[in-house]
């Protein structure tokens, strides 16, 4: 291995979510293909489940996103103060 006079990359390990790898980066994914990106931080997937893999896009939350084009509404008002409906 050639000296650099770069310091290396650093890999920041998540238990519950991506790989963040100081950039720029290249993927090489199991079947051969080659994934580049020049953006200074990357978080890469490690559950499989994002749809723009090998990069993450934080499909592994769970969690329900409201519409912005409908008002939130709520209906447990009444059971959060229960003093409104008397």
Not at 45 to 71: F, G, I, N
Request: charged fraction near 30%; include cysteine; glycine fraction near 4%.
């Amino acid at each position: 291995m050639p000296n650099s006079p770069e310091r290396p990359r650093r890999v920041t390990v998540d238990r519950d979510g991506p790989l963040l790898v100081e950039g720029p980066v290249e993927v090489v994914g199991d079947d051969g293909t080659v994934s580049v990106s020049a953006r200074f931080t990357v978080a890469i997937c490690t559950c499989r489940r994002s749809r723009t893999y090998p990069w993450c896009d934080t499909s592994h939350r769970r969690r329900v996103k409201q519409h912005e084009d409908k008002p939130a509404t709520s209906d447990t008002s009444d059971t959060e103060n229960p003093e409104a409906s008397s």
